[in-house]
């Protein structure tokens, strides 16, 4: 009984081991997949916010806020430095409350 015992631990401990190893690489490779999806959608919507409120001449307090939270979000995924530019840009126009 004890040589059965052994030989199934010999035998699933790696099996399973394997199985954990290769469920952890998938769950990975679906977050990284996710992660870069955010990022390509908040590029574009910054992108879309740079451009309408540059053309505009000012941006509104809650624009604002809102670039702010996308800005930071990007950033957190190791968005590239093109936004970067766009930001300071966004950021020296004049506010608008009454929008």
Not at 36 to 43: D, H, I, V, Y
Not at 58 to 85: F, R
């Amino acid at each position: 009984m004890e040589w059965f015992v052994q030989t199934t631990y010999t035998v699933s401990l790696p099996v399973l081991l394997g199985y954990i190893v290769w469920l952890l690489k998938e769950q990975k490779k679906t977050r990284d997949a996710n992660s870069e999806g955010t990022k390509c959608l908040l590029r574009v919507k910054l992108i879309e916010y740079h451009d309408k409120y540059i053309r505009l001449g000012y941006i509104p307090s809650y624009v604002l806020t809102n670039w702010d939270e996308m800005y930071k979000a990007y950033k957190g995924l190791n968005g590239n430095g093109m936004i970067e530019g766009m930001d300071k840009v966004i950021r020296s126009l004049p506010i608008n409350e009454k929008h």
